[in-house]
């Protein structure tokens, strides 16, 4: 049974920084390419940036390049997002996702995702 958890989320000021867990169990790990989104009340899924595990690439939404940070620790099967800078407009529920690789995907649509976690409540508010 493949499990992704995340953990970390919580309310944050402007300008702060917030780091976001996710552990994963049931797969392997590098058959993966693993990817943080979030979704905001009212609007859509949205791709925060993704990494793969075999060569630790990464990828993000033009809009958050150099704020959040996509790294991965193989030994604990665990990928983090470092987010720093924080607005008002970060605020959203945050969601890990597994998607499998070695398919004819994009990999930054929720549709390209098979294993999902249960979301983290980021609020950045002062």
């Known amino acids: 049974q493949v499990q992704l958890v995340e953990s970390g989320g919580g309310l944050v000021q402007p300008g702060g920084s917030l780091r976001l867990s996710c552990a994963a169990s049931g797969l392997t790990f590098s058959d993966y390419k693993m990817a943080w989104f979030r979704q905001a009340p009212g609007k859509e899924r949205e791709f925060v940036g993704r990494?793969?595990?075999?060569?630790?690439?990464?990828y993000y939404a033009d809009s958050l390049k150099g704020r959040f940070i996509i790294s991965i620790d193989n030994d604990k099967s665990s990928v983090y997002l470092q987010m720093n800078s924080l607005k008002p407009e970060d605020t959203a529920v945050y969601y890990c996702?597994?998607?499998?690789?070695?398919?004819?995907?994009?990999?930054?649509?929720?549709?390209?995702?098979?294993?999902w976690g249960q979301g983290t409540q980021v609020t950045v508010s002062s």
């Open positions: 996702a597994a998607g499998k690789v070695g398919y004819n995907r994009n990999y930054v649509a929720p549709r390209d995702y098979d294993y």
């Open positions: 990494i793969t595990r075999t060569d630790t690439m990464t």
